[in-house]
């Protein structure tokens, strides 16, 4: 295909998925048809029905179009190479749009659709794989940082990426619920654990596990 | 009202609020009437709507309801006095509580709400008085944590109590739609930071606003 056209594709199915997202966050998942997103978008039913095959189609989409922004934004910092400087940057990136999550609309969505996960399995597929590739990248970047010294390498890397992936997520819902919150407070807590902790022994803490689990 | 008819009438009460959470969570909260809530209690739509005005009263019941149980623990905890045996309860009591966050249908009833909240303020407000009040009893529990040099006493307890909501939040998020998922995993990594922290100064770690915000 001409290289014109595929970016007029591309370009028309971006304006879809921006038209769908906008009737799933104002009217709701379940009350939005195919034929409101393609009035929404101003084009013919047949035209979205080209793009994508289903609702279903669109949610998976507007998860991927996420989770690409910000593995694309993770691999450029690991490119530049991981000094200070550069996490400091990556965190900014973390920080700032957690603070505009109440003002995005695919977080908006993004909540409509964990109450649909509950009974979708489709959805619960795609969250669970946005999840571990969320956690994944966390890891590695507190792995990175813990290898050049910039946090301490005693530290559990894989249990603190994880858990930071739980704490994004229940901060995000918060925010989007209660614009007043103050994300960077919450985030201060964290980062003032993460870089000050460690320089003891941690042999104080065991791992506990109870044994009805 | 003799006690045992106002005993009756709570029992009764909780019947049907049982119910209202079995109909939400199978059904969802915009699927579900007053009528199906009747049938699924097994009473008449009449006898629903003596103890509840509208689905909203409903869900404000449940959610109180939820966040009573926590509050009558974190009390008793306070009652028997704060020592390091008694926040290990508490601690397990939350443990488990997430762990089995899958099982319950509050927690489930929760993920709906949570995207309900969007679009319907009084919800909203109800999510919001629920936070703060998690908040608040974290924050004191820590503080009380750190007089007793359980915990460091130069840690942020305001910020990290806060936080620790934020991450309850996440990970029940998390658990609820992938079951699999080890809460403990998480939550031992935020213990070990916790009770591992501060030992430094916290001097390196300032506080952070960026100008846009």
Chains 1, 2 share one sequence.
């Not at 669970?128 to 990175?144: G, I, K, P």
């Not at 614009?179 to 964290?190: H, R």
């Amino acid at each position: 295909m001409p290289k014109v056209t595929e970016d007029h594709r591309e370009e028309r199915r971006q304006h879809i998925l921006d038209a769908a997202i906008n009737c799933f966050t104002r009217n709701g998942f379940h009350q939005t048809t195919m034929k409101d997103i393609s009035k929404e978008a101003d084009v013919s039913a047949g035209t979205v029905y080209i793009y994508f095959s289903s609702k279903d189609d669109i949610i998976e989409a507007s998860m991927r179009r996420n989770q690409e922004a910000r593995a694309a934004r993770i691999e450029a910092t690991k490119r530049e190479g991981l000094t200070l400087q550069s996490l400091r940057e990556l965190w900014d990136y973390y920080e700032k749009r957690m603070a505009k999550a109440h003002t995005d609309k695919a977080w908006k969505l993004w909540i409509q659709l964990s109450a649909e996960a509950l009974r979708n399995p489709r959805i619960r597929e795609s969250m669970r794989a946005n999840w571990d590739d969320a956690e994944n990248q966390n890891v590695e970047l507190l792995r990175r940082a813990a290898e050049q010294g910039i946090i301490n390498p005693d530290l559990d890397c894989d249990a603190i990426g994880k858990m930071f992936t739980a704490l994004h997520d229940g901060l995000v819902l918060m925010k989007i619920i209660d614009p007043k919150k103050d994300v960077y407070k919450y985030l201060n807590a964290f980062r003032a654990l993460l870089y000050n902790c460690g320089k003891t022994s941690s042999s104080s803490v065991k791992e506990r596990r109870p044994d009805d689990e």
